[in-house]
T-cell receptor, first 112, second 116 residues
Framework: KQEVTQIPAALSVPEGENLVLNCSFT??????LQWFRQDPGKGLTSLLLIQSSQREQTSGRLNASLDKSSGRSTLYIAASQPGDSATYLC???????????FGAGTRLFVKA | GAVVSQHPSRVICKSGTSVKIECRSL??????MFWYRQFPKQSLMLMATSNEGSKATYEQGVEKDKFLINHASLTLSTLTVTSAHPEDSSFYIC????????????FGPGTRLTVT
């Protein structure tokens, strides 16, 4: 059974700092891994999707890496801004059944 | 990009009543739809997977008689919470898989259910 773990559970950083969010998964048989942002009481905003054959994806100040063999992904946020404050969710799409399993998320607070 | 809508976005109902939540894929055919629930400050938990024209597959611990899922067309799936209780209050999110591009999955904006 696939399990997805995110560390840390919460993070508070001053504006401008670079930071890394971690995601690990137990079963390497995945189609892809996706990072989402969720603002309080809102739905999901997709940030980056990495296919199982890829190593990383970049979008603006965000960079996500994937090491399928070790079951790890990181989301790097450069020059953080107060507007980046949200919960960041890592989700793994499993082979067979196309189920997507989510981590518990990392709550990020960027102080101005 | 592909869009998934949910209706209503917010609903308040009395204990013992039933409430229906709709999930629609607006510009693609969704061969598979997924329903998630999210409790406050917790992550999304998969409830069930539904394929168009067939019965939904429920995750362990999810009562199929309480959470009725109907996926009658390639663009619409409904989740009916029957005989709702306050503990059913949650944020329900659906997602739809694009049948043409099997790896693409799109999420709806969610429905906040409050049972009083």
């Amino acid at each position: 059974k696939q399990e997805v773990t995110q560390i840390p559970a919460a993070l508070s950083v001053p504006e401008g700092e670079n930071l890394v969010l971690n995601c690990s998964f137990t079963d390497s048989a995945i189609y892809n891994l996706q990072w989402f942002r969720q603002d309080p009481g809102k739905g999901l905003t997709s940030l980056l999707l990495i296919q199982s054959s890829q190593r990383e994806q970049t979008s603006g100040r965000l960079n996500a890496s994937l090491d399928k063999s070790s079951g790890r992904s990181t989301l790097y946020i450069a020059a953080s801004q107060p507007g980046d404050s949200a919960t960041y969710l890592c989700a793994v799409k499993c082979t067979g059944g196309f189920k997507t399993i989510f981590g518990a998320g990392t709550r990020l607070f960027v102080k101005a | 990009g592909a869009v998934v809508s949910q209706h209503p976005s917010r609903v308040i109902c009395k204990s013992g009543t039933s409430v229906k939540i709709e999930c629609r894929s607006l510009d693609f055919q969704a061969t598979t739809m997924f329903w998630y629930r999210q409790f406050p400050k917790q992550s999304l938990m998969l409830m069930a997977t539904s394929n168009e024209g067939s019965k939904a597959t429920y995750e362990q611990g999810v009562e199929k008689d309480k959470f009725l899922i109907n996926h009658a067309s390639l663009t619409l799936s409904t989740l009916t919470v029957t005989s709702a209780h306050p503990e059913d209050s949650s944020f329900y999110i659906c997602s739809a898989r694009d049948g043409e591009r099997s790896y693409e999955q799109y999420f709806g904006p969610g429905t906040r259910l409050t049972v009083t």
